[in-house]
Each structure stands twice: as structure tokens, then as C-alpha cells.
């Protein structure tokens, strides 16, 4: 995950954002470095904080697991001020349901969920004593719709995100702080690979996308800076679908 410290291009204030940067979270933060933006970059990996910041000098790496309450709340307590916020951390662990582990179960809530609910929390805070208008972005999935074998528990995480995602925005709204997600379908990253490692399920699974392809991280990434600026003003509580037409079908 990444804060930043200035301005989105679309803003005159001076936030802070915060997002994962591993695939989606990398291109993210890599197109807002290059506008301008100063960034604090989060992840459990600090060989990926390392390289990240040679790509993008001048961010500031803040390696724990965001899976770790207390660890989170050291870490990240006394970082801020953060106008901007992606919340990108998840973790796609496969399990067919009848054998669903309480350690899978746990782990995956506690990050996909759990986490983004703490780092919220601290964000929105700072943005409400400021008195600042904001944005939050939660990085979903299709599969908050629509599932697949093995993926009941992340599946559950992004369908609880969804909710999520309308109760942060109906609550903060009235404090100017607007709250949505973005829901891809399969983005080739490390994890997105994860899930077509079966080379005719990923064929079969691409022919169902009426465009007939997977998400590319660009996509992703810009769904998120329209929900991070200013020309999404008047939206809250909504999930724009990087699908590919597959909802459609």
C-alpha cells in the first residue's frame, strides 16, 4: 500500500493516499509519482518496497503486514496527512469449500477485509479532523458477483467488501469523504496468474469476456485516478466493473 503527501493534479490541497503497490498497486503508484504526487508505499515485502523505490525515487516504504492489527497500527499510527486512499492489499488464497481452513478463512478477511475497515479508520479520521474533502478507493473483484471453484472464502471477502464499500460512503458522505470500489475481472499480475494456471479454464474463462480478454493493469489503474479526482465529484458508494463485458454475458 502506498500514502501520499501532495496534491492529486485535480487538487489543491496536500494529501497523503495510501495503496499496496504489487501489480495494480504498482502501476497506481507509478502513475501518480510521475504527476507529482509524494508517496508512502506499505507492503509485508520489503525486497518490493526496495525496488519500487528505485523506480520511484522520493516515495517512502513502510514494510508490515497489514494482516496484523497491532503491527498495522504501529506502522502506519502516526503517518498522515492523507486526503487520497487506495485501499489495493489482498491476498487470493485457493481452497475448494468443502475442505475451507480456518487459517485460509481468517487470513483472508483479515487482510482483504479487516484491514482495509483499520487503515480506514485511521485516514478518515485525519480527513474529518482537518475537514477535508476525500476519496477512497477499494480494490474489489468481479468475483464479488460471480464465483468460481476453489475462491468461496476470497470470494466472500470481495462480496463483503461491496457492502462495505456502501456503509464507508453513506457514513463519511456527510463529511465530504467519498467511498468506492473498482471490481476487474482476472488482471494478469502474480496473483491474477494464480487463478489461470490451468491453461484451458483461462482459455474457456477469456472466450466468456465478450471482449474476449482479460483486464490490463493500465485499465485498472485508470478507473482508480478517475475515482481519485475531482472529475468523479458526485459519485460515492458505487463499483466501476473492469470486466471486460463479463457481468454482461
Not at 40 to 47: K, P
Not at 176 to 195: A, C, E, H, Q
Amino acid at each position: 500500500m502506498t500514502y501520499w503527501r501532495r496534491a492529486n493534479p485535480n487538487r489543491e490541497q496536500n494529501p497523503g493516499d495510501l495503496f499496496t503497490h504489487q501489480g495494480i498497486g504498482r502501476g497506481t503508484v507509478k502513475a501518480l509519482h510521475a504527476s507529482g504526487a509524494k508517496v508512502v508505499a506499505v507492503t509485508c515485502d520489503n525486497s518490493d518496497l526496495v525496488s519500487l523505490a528505485k523506480e520511484c525515487p522520493g516515495i517512502e516504504p513502510v514494510c508490515v503486514d497489514l494482516g496484523d492489527w497491532e503491527a498495522t497500527e504501529k506502522a502506519l499510527g502516526g503517518i498522515g496527512p492523507v486526503d487520497l486512499l487506495v485501499n489495493n492489499a489482498g491476498v487470493a488464497l485457493m481452497q475448494p469449500f468443502i475442505e475451507s481452513t480456518k487459517e485460509i478463512f481468517d487470513r483472508s478477511f483479515n487482510v482483504n477485509v479487516r484491514a482495509i475497515v483499520q487503515v480506514s479508520q485511521m485516514v478518515a479520521k485525519g480527513m474529518i479532523k482537518r475537514g477535508v474533502a476525500g476519496s477512497i478507493v477499494n480494490i474489489s473483484s468481479m468475483v464479488a458477483h460471480v464465483t468460481y471453484p476453489g475462491l468461496a472464502t476470497y470470494s466472500s471477502t470481495k462480496g463483503a467488501l461491496t457492502m462495505l464499500t456502501k456503509a464507508m460512503a453513506l457514513e463519511l458522505g456527510p463529511h465530504k469523504i467519498r467511498v468506492n470500489s473498482v471490481n476487474p475481472t482476472v488482471v494478469l499480475t502474480d496473483m491474477g496468474k494464480k487463478v489461470t494456471e490451468d491453461a484451458e479454464f483461462a482459455r474457456k474463462l477469456k472466450e466468456r469476456h465478450p471482449l474476449r480478454k482479460f483486464a490490463e493493469v493500465e485499465d485498472v489503474v485508470n478507473s482508480i485516478l478517475f475515482l481519485l479526482s475531482n472529475h468523479s465529484a458526485s459519485t460515492t458508494g458505487s463499483g466501476i466493473l473492469v470486466d471486460a463485458g463479463y457481468l454482461a454475458s
